[in-house]
């Protein structure tokens, strides 16, 4: 299983995988709370790798990840435009219902913070990048 890790200064999203690229997990949690729910998250799945964003604050959350769990292999991964991508997918995940669905989806805000489906989007250009490779 992969660890998806999209690092925030406030908030940090975190997605389980398998390598089948079945989505087990998906939060958004405070960054506070990361290091204890990672810990948690080895705990339940037999996670063999992180990967994580390499924009946002992802050195110090990289070194802070080490520290804390010097076993866990890391990889970074490009994250630009994942965000961008990741509301193109919440509204796939979560259509939008009512009057909303005249809104062009440009013009469309997601109801909830989707650092979680960052984190399953960098984990997918992880195996994308290990398939083309």
């Given at each position: 299983?992969?660890?998806?890790f999209?690092?925030g ?5 975190v997605?389980?995988m398998g390598?089948?690229r079945?989505?087990i997990?998906q ?18 799945y037999?996670i063999?790798l992180m ?9 110090q ?35 939008a219902?009512g009057l ?6 440009g013009m ?10 960052v984190a ?11 398939i083309?490779?």
């Open positions: 299983m992969l660890l998806g999209d690092p200064k406030q908030k940090c999203g997605a389980v390598l089948d079945k989505l997990f939060a958004v949690i405070p960054s506070t709370e990361a290091i204890a729910k990672v810990a948690n998250l080895r705990e339940t037999p063999s990967v994580i964003g390499d924009q946002t604050a992802s050195k959350w990289k070194s802070e990840i080490q520290q804390a769990f010097p076993d866990l292999r890391i990889i970074t991964v490009d994250e630009r435009y994942s965000s961008e991508e990741a509301r193109q997918r919440f509204w796939q995940i979560y259509p219902r909303m669905r005249l809104v062009p989806k469309r805000s997601p109801n909830r913070p989707i650092d979680d489906i399953a989007i960098l984990i997918e250009r992880y195996l994308s990048r290990l083309s490779s």
